[in-house]
């Protein structure tokens, strides 16, 4: 259809009417040829990545519109050609899942696959539309789920991509669970390099997973572009894939996060051509000047969430903008917005599958605790001294999360780093946790430093707990008489072994994908900044199979700055919002 040199008559639609178009295959690109109509010019503008108006080409200027051959502006096409298209690229997406769903229920109960109904949900959406989009809560069963779709798929080769972390859970349940299909795992990292010597003329999988996809949601990173090139090239090689990309977050913190998963699973389901005009219909965004350098930037001012918000300014309508007696320099009338945001999910309906753990498990709810541990006159007159002399929030707060701690990192001459310890009164909570668990013979503990896991795990091995070490320098697995336990039998024996295990990590090391359940409790000895850690780290043991003791997120508070940074993680602040300041009055 698309070959060089042919020309295809049809019509598209341009607002209630469907327009006569030609349109010449040259050189890969599209050139369309239709009377004027400005309804259509608007949505080939709006619709077709890369589109151009040739009539201001130096040279052969023309009145006629263009846009690439690709599988974005391929579906886009066929959807403005309406009932005069060999396909309705949204066919697939309004088809009723239910129909595959005794079948599924079936092959869960041959294979012994204990599974909850909004995994049926999930494997009929796979199974129907072959491109999905799985937006489930951590801890609702997508692993098991899509171990499944890969099996009643009839497809044998599959890739699976995510993280290090993620991919080792991955790999164990695979085995635990029996699976009859064997994916090549990758992590995001490492396929770039496999797509950089991919052999010639070698055809792409046919069924590709993609873990923890907010890894993917940035157009212009690399691992980005490598997966989007794998999913692009897997459509060109084959007549028919499954691609599935599945995320823990149902509503990411920036709506504008969606686009580029969804062109990866299905390249032109969103209306818009690139993530800025996505962005623009989603919010309202001013140009800004630039301090230095001179040009512009796009500030974002408010996301289009609330229909009370107006579509001039933003502002609610009681805001100063929108009265005429306001001192404001500038007032106008209150014009209500569109919720585009809420728009959105709706748009999204049939490729997206939305779970959240409230609305489909019966787990008991997280129950936070704080154990405050008094820092004594000493460790408190240190930090004081800390905070005093801190030139900037980062490096004081460094300073303080060390101390809080246990332990400073000093700065030898030659550059290495020696660890000074201190008394800690956070080590006699850890104590007392492990003699709580006893009985249940597992516990979870995150520390935000290399010194405080190494810290944690001598106080673990002393009281003759074996210990699952997940860091920045990678896994280990220790008993307690220092013997190194199999890399590849790690989690089995966190999860069924019968010694006691402490899993000890970092939250941004270990906090995406793995399945801690196994523990009723996580333990923060300290916390990171990042909050999205935080999160998937609670997340590890609050979920399918958790402990039938429930699950408990306890926080060791010493010095003040703990709770500081603490409050600062559950509003989800960057640092830009730290000061010196209220550093220092925390401590007072």
Not at 145 to 159: H, N, P, R, T
Not at 333 to 358: C, D, H, I
Not at 466 to 471: E, I, M, Y
Request: proline content about 4%; glycine content about 6%; overall charge neutral.
């Amino acid at each position: 259809m698309f070959n060089d040199g042919t020309t295809i008559e049809t019509k598209l639609k341009g607002g209630n009417y469907y327009v006569d178009t030609k349109i010449d295959i040259i050189d890969g690109q599209m050139f369309f040829k239709f009377p004027y109509n400005k309804k259509l010019i608007e949505e080939i503008k709006a619709r077709f990545e890369r589109r151009k108006w040739h009539g201001f080409d130096e040279e052969n200027p023309r009145k006629i519109w263009s846009a690439p051959i690709t599988q974005r502006n391929i579906f886009q096409l066929r959807y403005l050609q309406g009932k005069y298209a060999d396909i309705n690229p949204y066919d697939k997406f309004d088809k009723d899942i239910s129909l595959v769903r005794d079948e599924v229920i079936k092959y869960c109960k041959i294979t012994n696959r204990p599974v909850y109904s909004h995994q049926v949900d999930m494997i009929c959406a796979a199974l129907t539309t072959h491109e999905f989009y799985w937006a489930c809560e951590m801890g609702t069963g997508k692993t098991l789920a899509a171990f499944i779709v890969m099996e009643m798929s009839g497809i044998k080769e599959w890739f699976w991509l995510g993280p290090k972390s993620a991919l080792r859970q991955t790999y164990y349940e695979l085995h635990k669970w029996n699976c009859a299909i064997s994916p090549t795992f990758y992590t995001y990292e490492g396929l770039k390099s496999v797509i950089e010597n991919w052999p010639e003329d070698f055809p792409a999988p046919e069924g590709l997973i993609c873990d923890e996809g907010v890894k993917v949601k940035t157009p212009t990173a690399q691992r980005s572009v490598a997966v989007k090139h794998l999913a692009d090239s897997m459509r060109e090689d084959h007549s028919d894939v499954y691609i599935g990309l599945l995320s823990g977050s149902p509503a990411p913190k920036s709506p504008a996060d969606w686009y580029w998963q969804t062109e990866i699973v299905c390249p032109g389901f969103l209306r818009e051509r690139n993530i800025h005009d996505f962005k623009h219909r989603l919010s309202l965004v001013e140009e800004r000047e630039k301090f230095a350098g001179g040009g512009a930037y796009p500030h974002l001012i408010t996301w289009w969430n609330d229909s009370k918000k107006c579509k001039i300014c933003g502002e609610t309508k009681d805001h100063a903008k929108h009265q005429s007696f306001s001192m404001e320099e500038e007032t106008h009338t209150f014009e209500p917005s569109q919720n585009e945001v809420a728009n959105l999910y709706k748009r999204m309906k049939g490729l997206v599958t939305v779970k959240f753990k409230k609305d489909c498990l019966d787990l008991p709810e997280i129950v936070y605790d704080v154990i405050t541990v008094p820092p004594t006159m000493e460790i408190l007159q240190a930090a004081k001294i800390i905070a005093a002399k801190g030139d900037s929030v980062i490096k004081t707060l460094i300073a303080l999360r060390e101390l809080s701690d246990g332990f400073q990192y000093v700065q030898e001459n030659k550059g290495a780093r020696q660890v000074i310890e201190v008394p800690c009164p956070k080590d006699d909570v850890i104590i007392e946790q492990l003699d709580l668990h006893f009985d249940i013979g597992r516990l979870n503990i995150y520390a935000g430093f290399t010194a405080s896991i190494d810290r944690i795990i001598k106080i673990c091995h002393k009281l003759r707990w074996n210990t699952l070490r997940v860091d920045g320098r990678g896994w280990l697995g220790q008993t307690f008489n220092g013997d190194i336990l199999p890399d590849k039998k790690l989690l089995e024996l966190y999860d069924s072994g019968n010694d006691r295990y402490v899993f000890v990590g970092q939250p941004g090391a270990a906090g995406m994908g793995l399945d801690l359940s196994a523990s009723p409790t996580t333990l923060f000895y300290s916390n990171d900044y990042n909050a999205s850690s935080r999160i998937q780290a609670e997340a590890r043991g609050h979920r399918i199979g958790m402990s039938e003791h429930g699950g408990r997120i306890i926080d060791i508070i010493h010095l003040p700055s703990d709770k500081y940074v603490l409050d600062n993680l559950q509003a989800k602040r960057d640092l830009q919002h730290l000061t010196l300041t209220g550093i220092q009055q925390s401590l007072e």
